[in-house]
């Protein structure tokens, strides 16, 4: 079967002798392109080519106007808001750009459409009046604006309007209108000249008005892209738009209808997939590729719905596929290099004195980075080590060396545009002389180079681009226009395009990904100041005028082709619907006998194991670990993390494996346990083998604020606590220090001594175990040993809730086999190793909650039943005689070389 390109082709040489003096008008540059190619391929002899021009060209040589470039054309918008003298309050160039884009939209439709500006834009200011009708009894100044600004429209218009023409540019709305307005001109010049327009079908107004003035000529035809199976469908959106120009042209009054080709209804094989996420998507394109000859690459083209999706399915084409031509190209904006610079560029614009720590480590882990700094980790660290959350440049700078580069990043640009473009270029250029580059960084660097030499000459000429802000947001809309192309050669090989590339265009097989509802087609677009009862008093194109648009290029598509795969995204994630598009389901419901269609589900194979616990067996090596932490003293918390999870205790113990230092932006528990345990210390420290008294201990109260800033400043590093959460943090951690202090009191005032004896003392004392021929140790730090009333006590502050139940036990197997009994397994540790190494006989250990103080001292106990019965709290040498023959068991089993060490896996 011909492409309909291919027919043409031939139905021009059969129609005229010499080709030379024809003028071909096509939708795209593209399509003018395979055009030329099947011309070469049908021609006879040797010919001069006829003139072949896309549209939107075919526009410009008819207005004498060009077509502006979008980042153009918001600078010369501002100039021409700021010449609007009846535009009193003007907003600076980054509120400016903000709604500027929408508004140009706007401009554009209303001369694509030939609209009368002064009559829309009344009705638009009265329609915006009468939504604020009402609103107060007097209009505020918030809404008089808001008026004046919709009453103003049109004198910006105007003179938009006025200062692009002077130029001898315009938007694209305004070179079509121009051009429709010159079309009598045109004719008068080149009326004598046949003229082709060739595979049109959503055609807007000025395109009408110039193609029906040609036709009147009588040496202009019109070739439609179009099946008779969709024509003779009056209720089919695919030829919705060519319906109404036979019924309404002049043209086709005096002049026969069309014939159109049946090539709708013949063989075809369509195979509809639905994939579970897009990677499957594109998997499952390579995986169809894979099976292509080279005959049948030249013949397939893969259509992507979204064009996100074009770097993974690259990543994801197979090695039989040689020669590829990707005619989208691939956004700039999308490459990490970009990124980064509009991270340095947003850092920047803030103006503030200080920077965000997650900033900074975002861009110094950046890949670009590696290019610029030689240890951006090192810099990373030194900021986490400090636990710096805002840090000043200066202290950056000393952290980085205070190297060129470094100052480029990091110095402070002074919110100044022109210092800002001067480091960047400073920057590409550092990065552009690096030896080892990539070739794609190098292109994305020469790319960007170009951007910011852009800007530096918007910035000479325009003063208000002044401030780093309104850089970055420039910068943003500078980056969606610029794309890094791809070298292919565009008829040979497999062809990978965006679905508006196909107009015209012919395939024998397609694979089309992303074909759901909200893409294919894209469903309402809210950006735009037009109402939609506007929009249809004026004739402007509505949201079912543009999904008209997106059916006919899907079923204009599938035509004339022999294979068809369609594959949506099934997942249903956040705004991703995963609904099939509805033109799937049309195609489903309307399916033909002659189409053999198939419908397909991919997905990932789901394999369901039963989860064992990991075991690692004790090696020499790891034997060796063991022994050298049990000469040093196996401490209670370790042992309670192994009766806990033994595989914990591997990792963070054998293995060294601890969580990854991060910047506390908000004190952690752990710090502020660390903070409260050593002010306390402090606090305590004078009164050691002395009995506290009310007046002492009022005294020492009021060091509190001091000892207790100082520790923040310790443990807490360069970190703030003066606001936020962390100040609430610190008054917590003062008033749980008062507590203390505070119960201390209330025992002295009912009449009790209380001798301090040790504050944080390290002790350990030496277990013999019975099997085990090396020295093992048990100790550890106790946070606080003192004599209320003669009777010694083990004490152990906890920041956390502690309740009286977790220091009681029934059993003493419970003791190393229940985790929640490991606050009772440390206070007997600790008191074993005071009554070995001090010799006490009979003493007291517990703990002192501090989120629970009503609790008091909570004090270790053993019970003869579980609920009730008799509560010992003393604890003996009989009682620390059953603790260690648990402890030995425990430790024996640790080290035992039989023994692995194994998972706990959680409960379910």
Same mark, same amino acid.
């Given at each position: 079967?011909?492409?309909?390109?291919?027919?043409?082709?031939?139905?021009?040489?059969?129609?005229?002798?010499?080709? /030379?003096?024809?003028?071909?008008?096509?939708?795209?540059?593209?399509?003018?392109?395979?055009?030329?190619?099947?011309?070469?391929?049908?021609?006879?002899?040797?010919?001069?080519?006829?003139?072949?021009?896309?549209?939107?060209?075919?526009?410009?040589?008819?207005?004498?106007?060009?077509?502006?470039?979008?980042?153009?054309?918001?600078?010369?918008?501002?100039?021409?808001?700021?010449?609007?003298?009846?535009?009193?309050?003007?907003?600076?160039?980054?509120?400016?750009?903000?709604?500027?884009?929408?508004?140009?939209?706007?401009?554009?439709?209303?001369? *694509?459409?030939?609209?009368?500006?002064?009559?829309?834009?009344?009705?638009?200011?009265?329609?915006?009046?009468?939504?604020?009708?009402?609103?107060?009894?007097?209009?505020?100044?918030?809404?008089?604006?808001?008026?004046?600004?919709?009453?103003?429209?049109?004198?910006?218009?105007? /003179?938009?309007?006025?200062?692009?023409?002077?130029?001898?540019?315009?938007?694209?709305?305004?070179?079509?209108?121009?051009?429709?307005?010159?079309?009598?001109?045109?004719?008068?010049?080149?009326?004598?000249?046949?003229?082709?327009?060739?595979?049109?079908?959503?055609?807007?107004?000025?395109?009408?008005?110039?193609?029906?003035?040609?036709?009147?000529?009588?040496?202009?035809?019109?070739?439609?892209?179009?099946?008779?199976?969709?024509?003779?469908?009056?209720?089919?959106?695919?030829?919705?738009?060519? *319906?109404?120009?036979?019924?309404?042209?002049?043209?086709?009054?005096?002049?026969?209808?069309?014939?159109?080709?049946?090539?709708?209804?013949?063989?075809?094989?369509?195979?509809?997939?639905?994939?579970?996420?897009?990677?499957?998507?594109?998997?499952?394109?390579?995986?169809?590729?894979?099976?292509?000859?080279?005959?049948?690459?030249?013949?397939?083209?893969?259509?992507?719905?979204?064009?996100?999706?074009?770097?993974?399915?690259?990543?994801?084409?197979?090695?039989?596929?040689?020669?590829?031509?990707?005619?989208?190209?691939?956004?700039?904006?999308?490459?990490?290099?970009?990124?980064?610079?509009?991270?340095?560029?947003?850092?920047?614009?803030?103006?503030?004195?200080?920077?965000?720590?997650?900033?900074?480590?975002?861009?110094?882990?950046?890949?670009?980075?590696?290019?610029?700094?030689?240890?951006?980790?090192?810099?990373?660290?030194?900021?986490?080590?400090?636990?710096?959350?805002?840090?000043?440049?200066?202290?950056?700078?000393?952290?980085?060396?205070?190297?060129?580069?470094?100052?480029?990043?990091?110095?402070?640009?002074?919110?100044?545009?022109?210092?800002?473009?001067?480091?960047?270029?400073?920057?590409?250029?550092?990065?552009?002389?690096?030896?080892?580059?990539?070739?794609?960084?190098?292109?994305?660097?020469?790319?960007?180079?170009?951007?910011?030499?852009?800007?530096?000459?918007?910035?000479?000429?325009?003063?208000?681009?002044?401030?780093?802000?309104?850089?970055?947001?420039?910068?943003?809309?500078?980056?969606?226009?610029?794309?890094?192309?791809?070298?292919?050669?565009?008829?040979?090989?497999?062809?990978?395009?965006?679905?508006?590339?196909?107009?015209?265009?012919?395939?024998?097989?397609?694979?089309?990904?992303?074909?759901?509802?909200?893409?294919?087609?894209?469903?309402?677009?809210?950006?735009?100041?037009?109402?939609?009862?506007?929009?249809?008093?004026?004739?402007?194109?509505?949201?079912?005028?543009?999904?008209?648009?997106?059916?006919?290029?899907?079923? *204009?598509?599938?035509?004339?082709?022999?294979?068809?795969?369609?594959?949506?995204?099934?997942?249903?994630?956040?705004?991703?619907?995963?609904?099939? /598009?509805?033109?799937?389901?049309?195609?489903?419901?309307?399916?033909?006998?002659?189409?053999?269609?198939?419908?397909?589900?991919?997905?990932?194979?789901?394999?369901?194991?039963?989860?064992?616990?990991?075991?690692?067996?004790?090696?020499?090596?790891?034997?060796?670990?063991?022994?050298?932490?049990?000469?040093?003293?196996?401490?209670?918390?370790?042992?309670?993390?192994?009766?806990?999870?033994?595989?914990?205790?591997?990792?963070?113990?054998?293995?060294?494996?601890?969580?990854?230092?991060?910047?506390?932006?908000?004190?952690?528990?752990?710090?502020?346990?660390?903070?409260?345990?050593?002010?306390?210390?402090?606090?305590?420290?004078?009164?050691?083998?002395?009995?506290?008294?009310?007046?002492?201990?009022?005294?020492?109260?009021?060091?509190?604020?001091?000892?207790?800033?100082?520790?923040?400043?310790?443990?807490?590093?360069?970190?703030?606590?003066?606001?936020?959460?962390?100040?609430?943090?610190?008054?917590?951690?003062?008033?749980?220090?008062?507590?203390?202090?505070?119960?201390?009191?209330?025992?002295?005032?009912?009449?009790?001594?209380?001798?301090?004896?040790?504050?944080?003392?390290?002790?350990?004392?030496?277990?013999?175990?019975?099997?085990?021929?090396?020295?093992?140790?048990?100790?550890?730090?106790?946070?606080?040993?003192?004599?209320?009333?003669?009777?010694?006590?083990?004490?152990?502050?906890?920041?956390?809730?502690?309740?009286? *139940?977790?220091?009681?036990?029934?059993?003493?197997?419970?003791?190393?086999?229940?985790?929640?009994?490991?606050?009772?397994?440390?206070?007997?540790?600790?008191?074993?190793?005071?009554?070995?190494?001090?010799?006490?006989?009979?003493?007291?250990?517990?703990?002192?909650?501090?989120?629970?103080?009503?609790?008091?001292?909570?004090?270790?106990?053993?019970?003869?039943?579980?609920?009730?019965?008799?509560?010992?709290?003393?604890?003996?040498?009989?009682?620390?005689?059953?603790?260690?023959?648990?402890?030995?068991?425990?430790?024996?089993?640790?080290?035992?070389?039989?023994?692995?060490?194994?998972?706990?896996?959680?409960?379910?």
């Amino acid at each position: 079967m011909l492409a309909f390109l291919e027919e043409i082709v031939l139905e021009i040489q059969e129609e005229h002798e010499s080709i /030379s003096d024809l003028i071909i008008v096509l939708p795209s540059k593209r399509a003018g392109g395979f055009f030329k190619h099947y011309l070469r391929k049908y021609l006879k002899e040797v010919t001069f080519s006829p003139t072949v021009i896309s549209i939107e060209e075919f526009i410009e040589q008819l207005s004498g106007l060009s077509i502006i470039s979008r980042d153009t054309l918001l600078i010369k918008s501002y100039e021409a808001y700021l010449a609007t003298q009846e535009i009193k309050n003007k907003e600076d160039f980054s509120t400016f750009i903000s709604w500027a884009n929408a508004l140009l939209n706007d401009f554009s439709e209303i001369d *694509r459409y030939l609209i009368p500006p002064a009559s829309f834009f009344s009705y638009l200011g009265s329609i915006k009046s009468l939504e604020k009708w009402g609103a107060t009894e007097e209009e505020t100044p918030l809404i008089k604006n808001y008026l004046a600004f919709w009453n103003n429209l049109l004198p910006l218009y105007e /003179s938009l309007t006025f200062h692009l023409a002077k130029d001898q540019e315009g938007y694209q709305g305004m070179v079509y209108r121009k051009a429709a307005e010159d079309i009598e001109h045109y004719i008068a010049t080149h009326g004598h000249r046949h003229h082709y327009f060739i595979g049109f079908n959503a055609l807007n107004t000025a395109e009408q008005h110039i193609i029906q003035a040609l036709l009147e000529t009588g040496n202009t035809q019109v070739l439609w892209d179009m099946d008779a199976h969709f024509y003779t469908d009056v209720s089919h959106s695919a030829s919705h738009f060519l *319906r109404s120009y036979l019924k309404d042209w002049k043209y086709y009054k005096h002049n026969p209808i069309p014939k159109f080709p049946e090539n709708y209804t013949a063989q075809k094989d369509i195979k509809i997939v639905s994939a579970q996420n897009s990677i499957e998507e594109v998997k499952y394109v390579g995986d169809c590729l894979s099976k292509l000859s080279e005959e049948q690459q030249n013949r397939t083209a893969v259509v992507l719905a979204n064009e996100d999706l074009l770097v993974p399915l690259l990543y994801s084409l197979p090695q039989n596929i040689e020669k590829v031509n990707v005619t989208m190209g691939l956004s700039l904006k999308q490459t990490p290099t970009a990124s980064f610079f509009a991270s340095l560029l947003k850092l920047h614009s803030k103006q503030s004195k200080t920077y965000y720590h997650k900033d900074i480590v975002a861009l110094l882990s950046h890949p670009t980075c590696r290019y610029l700094l030689q240890d951006p980790q090192q810099i990373i660290a030194a900021i986490t080590e400090k636990n710096i959350s805002y840090i000043t440049p200066q202290k950056l700078l000393s952290l980085g060396g205070e190297n060129t580069v470094m100052e480029l990043l990091f110095g402070n640009w002074q919110d100044a545009t022109s210092l800002a473009i001067k480091n960047v270029s400073l920057l590409l250029n550092e990065l552009l002389q690096q030896e080892e580059i990539q070739p794609i960084d190098q292109l994305c660097f020469l790319k960007l180079k170009e951007v910011f030499e852009k800007i530096e000459t918007l910035h000479l000429t325009y003063s208000y681009l002044a401030k780093i802000a309104t850089l970055e947001q420039l910068f943003s809309e500078l980056l969606s226009g610029v794309t890094l192309d791809f070298e292919g050669d565009a008829y040979e090989g497999l062809q990978i395009m965006g679905v508006l590339e196909t107009r015209v265009l012919d395939f024998e097989n397609i694979i089309m990904l992303s074909v759901n509802e909200g893409v294919l087609p894209a469903g309402k677009s809210t950006a735009s100041f037009i109402t939609y009862d506007l929009k249809k008093q004026f004739g402007l194109p509505l949201y079912t005028d543009k999904d008209a648009i997106y059916t006919y290029h899907f079923y *204009r598509l599938i035509q004339r082709v022999q294979s068809a795969t369609f594959v949506y995204n099934s997942f249903m994630q956040g705004l991703t619907s995963g609904e099939k /598009s509805r033109f799937l389901l049309q195609m489903e419901m309307e399916s033909l006998p002659q189409h053999n269609l198939s419908l397909e589900t991919i997905a990932s194979a789901i394999t369901f194991t039963k989860q064992e616990a990991e075991a690692i067996h004790k090696n020499p090596e790891i034997l060796n670990v063991i022994q050298s932490i049990a000469q040093h003293y196996f401490s209670p918390s370790s042992l309670t993390l192994y009766i806990k999870n033994p595989m914990d205790f591997y990792r963070q113990k054998v293995l060294g494996i601890n969580e990854q230092d991060t910047i506390e932006e908000t004190v952690a528990l752990n710090t502020l346990g660390t903070i409260v345990h050593n002010a306390l210390e402090e606090l305590y420290k004078p009164f050691v083998n002395q009995s506290l008294t009310i007046a002492s201990l009022t005294e020492a109260k009021k060091r509190i604020p001091e000892l207790v800033t100082h520790q923040f400043k310790q443990e807490f590093k360069e970190g703030n606590f003066e606001k936020g959460k962390n100040l609430i943090i610190f008054e917590v951690a003062k008033r749980y220090v008062s507590n203390i202090v505070a119960l201390d009191t209330t025992e002295l005032q009912k009449g009790r001594t209380i001798i301090i004896r040790h504050l944080e003392s390290q002790l350990k004392t030496p277990i013999s175990i019975t099997g085990l021929d090396f020295p093992i140790f048990l100790g550890g730090k106790v946070d606080r040993i003192d004599e209320y009333d003669g009777t010694l006590r083990v004490i152990d502050y906890k920041t956390g809730a502690v309740q009286q *139940r977790e220091l009681e036990i029934v059993t003493w197997e419970e003791i190393i086999e229940d985790e929640g009994r490991s606050k009772a397994f440390q206070v007997l540790a600790y008191a074993l190793v005071i009554q070995q190494e001090l010799g006490i006989q009979n003493l007291e250990a517990g703990v002192i909650s501090l989120k629970n103080m009503a609790g008091g001292f909570l004090k270790f106990a053993k019970r003869e039943k579980p609920r009730g019965g008799i509560k010992n709290t003393t604890i003996t040498p009989e009682i620390l005689q059953s603790f260690r023959t648990q402890l030995e068991k425990l430790i024996g089993d640790l080290c035992s070389p039989s023994l692995p060490f194994t998972d706990i896996l959680p409960k379910k």
